[in-house]
């Protein structure tokens, strides 16, 4: 089983993994068994993108909302009946938490008879195979894969097959999540679900769907990667009028959802990680009365979720009036009102942005202003020893970029002129010899003046220089990894070695050069390291010739 802790530890981001250890160690608090499952399982076993983490606990899932809360857990509900919590982790993860149950259907349309159960019976309740697995995260057993209807065979045969024959009866909002599951992955059902399917749909199922399973479907509309291609699939199978009466793909803004996927997706590859799941409703329900719009917030179980998708206009009109204020008066300014706003802000004006110099100043920040940190002198920054091990370095070259960004700085020249009084003083002088006599007193004097790079032909290769190593800035790492933090923290992102001219900017894209890569981030840890285990060798060398100097004493 060791290949599926193998698969779970590669396959869930940085984010993901710390998401499943603060759950577990809540879990273990409370004495219950966790276990990853279904779509995260299932995701993890077909490489599909891992969308959100799905886990089920032994005991009352309710009982870790203090501890998950405590741990920056913000819950979007708490739903008593199947004690399940709808979560957002830190980095905005999202996750459900669900006590293991049993479910019995004793008439259609009415709700199941629900009982705690252990997790194999959990999986009797599921919806289709490949949804009714488990991994366990439990010590003894972690990476253990459960898979009592072989959900992995169904993988591999791609297809969409319900647990037994009532499925569909049993609870209709299966239909729904059947069309979703086949749109989204492009698998056929297999030929007896398809029957049954077919069979449903014409004896009118649909009509026992619960409310709150409309609620719960409307909502994972909002996190498909293709949510267009989803609703138009419901609306040919007849469920998009159940989700809402007047629902239909023409109340749909196409050009506007286009333009958010677009421009998610060129926000991605600069390092910034928007939460869309409000736009994409924003847009899916554009042309809607206001009513039905109500109607299916209130339907809609995450309540976060639903207040962000409201806040959407109020919120994106306010950061506009500030784009076109004083606040925003120079490039600078712009540029830090943007890095402290969510990048969602951004995104969702970037689209509907109708003033003109809103729309240019979102375009500049994400292209032309960018460009501009190759204007950072890096190489003579790092002769003049303004460094990231610097404490001042970040102020300063936040300030260098500010500055250029303005024209303030308008050459190379001008530059330096304003760093050369910020550079940190000289080192200190090497230590005296030692007075030692012998290979010992050879070595450590050789270590000094190693360390004062006044290296004698003899002593050559030696004993190894500590060279001020150029150094990237340490900020680049930000930039990389962008969550629900505001933007750029109002830091500009200095390019490690510079960057080739960017391509030209497409209207109302943010298309601009890739900021430095990972690649280029880890560089500077492993040159900084260097320099720093040089710097103990140095200590060392002194430590050494200390206590000769007391003996002498003596
Ligand atoms: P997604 O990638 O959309 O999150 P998912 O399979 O994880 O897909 P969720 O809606 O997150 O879907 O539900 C989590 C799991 O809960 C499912 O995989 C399935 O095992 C179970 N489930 C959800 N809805 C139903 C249902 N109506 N009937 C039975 N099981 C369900
Ligand atoms: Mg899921």
Request: cysteine-free; charged content about 30%; proline content about 8%.
């Amino acid at each position: 089983m060791a290949d599926y802790l193998y698969t779970l530890e590669t396959r869930l981001s940085p984010d993901q993994q710390k998401a499943v250890t603060l759950v577990l160690d809540a879990a273990r608090a409370a004495g219950m068994n966790l276990y990853l499952t279904g779509g995260a399982v299932r995701d993890i076993i077909t490489g599909f993108p891992i969308r959100d983490l799905d886990f089920t606990v032994q005991g009352n899932a309710l009982k870790l909302q203090k501890d998950l809360e405590r741990a920056g857990a913000v819950v979007g509900d708490a739903d008593d009946e199947t004690r399940t919590l709808l979560l957002t982790l830190p980095g905005g993860v999202r996750a459900e938490i669900a006590m293991a149950r049993s479910e019995r259907y004793d008439k259609p349309g009415k709700p199941p008879q629900i009982a705690p159960s252990t997790i194999i019976e959990d999986l009797r309740r599921r919806d289709f195979t490949v949804n009714a697995m488990a991994l366990s995260l439990n010590e003894g057993s972690r990476g253990l894969l459960l898979d009592p209807f072989n959900g992995a065979a169904d993988i591999e045969l791609k297809v969409i097959r319900v647990l037994h024959n009532y499925a569909f009866l049993d609870d209709p909002s299966r239909l729904i999540r059947a069309t979703r599951f086949a749109t989204r992955f492009h698998w056929p059902l297999e030929e007896r679900t398809q029957a049954r399917y077919e069979s449903g749909k014409e004896n009118g199922y649909i009509e026992y769907i619960r409310s709150s399973s409309i609620g719960y479907e409307i909502e994972q509309l909002a996190y498909e990667e293709d949510p267009h291609g989803v609703l138009k699939a419901y609306e040919k199978e007849g469920w998009l009028k159940v989700l809402n009466p007047r629902w239909s793909t023409a109340k749909v803004d196409t050009a506007g959802l286009g333009a958010l996927m677009k421009t998610r997706q060129q926000m991605n590859e600069l390092g910034y990680t928007p939460e869309v799941a409000p736009l994409v409703l924003y847009f899916l329900t554009e042309r809607l009365g206001e009513k039905d719009i109500s109607d299916l917030r209130r339907a809609i179980p995450r309540k976060d979720l639903v207040e962000a998708w409201k806040d959407l206009d109020s919120n994106a009109r306010s950061l506009a009036k500030r784009l076109t204020g004083k606040e925003a008066a120079t490039p600078s300014r712009t540029w830090q009102l943007l890095s402290a706003a969510r990048p969602e802000m951004i995104l969702f004006l970037a689209i509907t942005a109708r003033q003109q110099a809103v729309a240019q100043k979102i375009k500049n920040f994400f292209t032309k202003w960018r460009q501009v940190q190759q204007k950072i002198p890096l190489p003579e920054m790092t002769e003049l020893h303004i460094t990231p091990q610097m404490p001042a370095y970040p102020k300063i070259a936040n300030d260098v970029f500010l500055l250029l960004l303005d024209g303030k700085l308008r050459s190379r020249t001008e530059t330096l002129k304003f760093l050369k009084p910020l550079a940190p003083p000289p080192p200190p002088p090497p230590p005296p010899p030692s007075g030692k006599r012998g290979r010992g007193a050879k070595a450590a004097a050789a270590a000094a003046a190693a360390a004062s790079g006044k290296l004698g032909a003899k002593g050559k290769g030696k004993v190894a220089a500590a060279p001020a190593a150029p150094v990237a800035p340490a900020e680049v790492k930000q930039q990389v990894k962008q969550k629900d933090k505001p933007a750029l923290a109002a830091k500009p992102v200095v390019p490690a070695k510079p960057v080739t001219a960017a391509k030209p900017a497409k209207p109302a894209a943010v298309k601009t050069s890739r900021p430095a890569k990972a690649s280029a981030v880890k560089k500077p840890g492993k040159r900084a390291k260097t320099a720093k285990s040089a710097g103990k060798t140095k200590a060392k060398a002194k430590a050494k010739a200390k206590p000769k100097h007391k003996k002498k004493g003596k």
